[in-house]
């Protein structure tokens, strides 16, 4: 799959409208030892014998076996990894799993997820959408979550089960692919991933702290504390008051040490134009659902749309790409 990366030519985001520069969000595995493996062919039984060989000649040396088995997959740490994935973004997509945790090969993805759901951890769901099309989801149970918290790597990262929003299924299962988008080239950079927070955290992290001041000292005071508490958890409010939450913030720590974090935020063809500047301004990463949200926010923002084919893939299968903006 392909996406597209619009921005400036100096690489600093910019309100205006500049260069379009197109670039693919692919659904491709996550590491060198993920690719599809080629196997040694069999010798013909016809194929002429050679000439004995010489004395004074060195017999051919086989690779050693090591070589020829390094790039299998291990099933064990695969699956560890899918259920960390599942319950760390709520719900992801079998497609995204299959290509980011089991490299493509959809039989070993399939013999690791089935394991998963019979013993609990996982549980399959069809998504149906309204254009007839169908695709399946993965989502953790209160065991399958345990399990992963118990495995964690980070103390802090929270962890997930069950399904929220039937009705937000499409756009939660797309924050998985955007999110493994930035996190590969943060790792590409150097950088170590500590956590991933989705907007549900986020978003109760700051509804506590406005309720137990609303306890102690009444609406308007919460509604101060709220605001107050979204600044210093760097997220951006605008003029009304309103507090704007990416759907993933990936916190990470560079090769120097220093922390940083990038906010994802996947967007519909229903997002207004305040709302997307709001969020360009705020640093946000920001990815379109399909072909028509991405033409339609193109256009909001100002984007002149770029001819066919100068990069971008029509067809039938547009509207199911992800387009980074």
């Given at each position: 799959m392909?996406?597209?990366d619009?921005?400036?030519?100096?690489?600093?985001?910019?309100?205006?409208?500049?260069?379009?520069?197109?670039?693919?969000?692919p659904r491709?595995?996550?590491?060198?030892?993920?690719?599809?493996?080629?196997?040694?062919?069999?010798?013909?039984?016809?194929?002429?014998?050679?000439?004995?060989?010489?004395?004074?000649?060195?017999?051919?040396?086989?690779?050693?076996?090591?070589?020829?088995?390094?790039?299998?997959?291990?099933?064990h740490?695969?699956?560890?990894?899918?259920?960390?994935?599942?319950?760390?973004?709520?719900?992801?997509?079998?497609?995204?799993?299959?290509?980011?945790?089991f490299?493509?090969?959809a039989?070993?993805?399939?013999?690791?997820i089935?394991?998963?759901?019979?013993?609990?951890?996982?549980?399959?769901?069809?998504?149906?959408?309204?254009?007839?099309?169908s695709?399946?989801?993965?989502f953790?149970?209160?065991?399958?979550?345990?399990?992963?918290?118990?495995?964690?790597?980070?103390?802090?990262?929270?962890?997930?089960?069950?399904l929220?929003?039937?009705?937000?299924?499409?756009?939660?299962?797309?924050?998985?692919?955007?999110?493994?988008?930035?996190?590969?080239?943060?790792?590409?950079?150097g950088?170590?991933?500590?956590?991933?927070?989705?907007?549900?955290?986020?978003?109760s992290?700051v509804?506590?702290?406005?309720?137990?001041?609303?306890?102690?000292?009444?609406?308007?005071?919460?509604?101060?504390?709220?605001?107050?508490?979204?600044?210093?958890?760097?997220?951006?409010?605008d003029?009304?008051?309103?507090?704007?939450?990416?759907?993933?913030?990936?916190?990470?720590?560079?090769?120097?040490g220093n922390?940083g974090?990038?906010?994802?935020?996947?967007?519909?063809?229903?997002?207004?134009?305040?709302?997307?500047q709001?969020?360009?301004?705020?640093?946000f990463?920001?990815?379109?659902?399909?072909?028509?949200?991405?033409r339609?926010?193109?256009?909001?923002?100002?984007?002149?749309?770029p001819?066919?084919?100068?990069?971008?893939?029509?067809?039938?299968n547009?509207?199911?790409?992800?387009?980074?903006l």
């Amino acid at each position: 799959m392909r996406g597209r990366d619009i921005e400036s030519r100096n690489g600093a985001r910019s309100n205006q409208a500049g260069p379009v520069r197109l670039k693919v969000v692919p659904r491709t595995p996550d590491s060198q030892g993920d690719r599809s493996r080629t196997l040694d062919k069999p010798k013909s039984i016809q194929q002429p014998q050679r000439s004995p060989r010489s004395k004074n000649r060195s017999p051919r040396q086989q690779p050693p076996r090591r070589n020829r088995t390094r790039d299998r997959i291990d099933i064990h740490q695969r699956k560890r990894q899918a259920l960390d994935d599942v319950a760390t973004y709520r719900v992801v997509s079998v497609r995204d799993l299959v290509e980011q945790r089991f490299g493509g090969n959809a039989f070993a993805a399939r013999k690791g997820i089935d394991a998963l759901k019979q013993e609990g951890l996982l549980r399959e769901h069809t998504v149906r959408l309204k254009s007839g099309k169908s695709f399946k989801v993965l989502f953790a149970t209160q065991q399958g979550r345990r399990k992963a918290w118990g495995n964690r790597e980070n103390q802090e990262q929270r962890y997930w089960s069950g399904l929220a929003k039937p009705s937000e299924l499409r756009h939660d299962s797309t924050v998985y692919r955007a999110a493994r988008s930035e996190i590969a080239k943060l790792q590409k950079s150097g950088s170590r991933v500590k956590r991933v927070q989705l907007d549900y955290e986020l978003k109760s992290q700051v509804s506590k702290t406005a309720e137990r001041t609303r306890a102690k000292d009444g609406d308007e005071a919460a509604f101060d504390a709220k605001i107050d508490a979204a600044k210093q958890m760097n997220l951006p409010v605008d003029d009304s008051g309103k507090i704007h939450y990416p759907d993933a913030r990936i916190e990470y720590r560079d090769e120097q040490g220093n922390l940083g974090r990038v906010d994802v935020e996947v967007t519909s063809d229903n997002y207004r134009s305040g709302s997307l500047q709001s969020k360009l301004s705020a640093g946000f990463k920001l990815y379109a659902n399909g072909g028509s949200a991405q033409r339609r926010i193109s256009s909001a923002l100002g984007i002149r749309e770029p001819k066919s084919g100068s990069g971008s893939k029509g067809g039938a299968n547009r509207d199911e790409e992800l387009f980074e903006l």
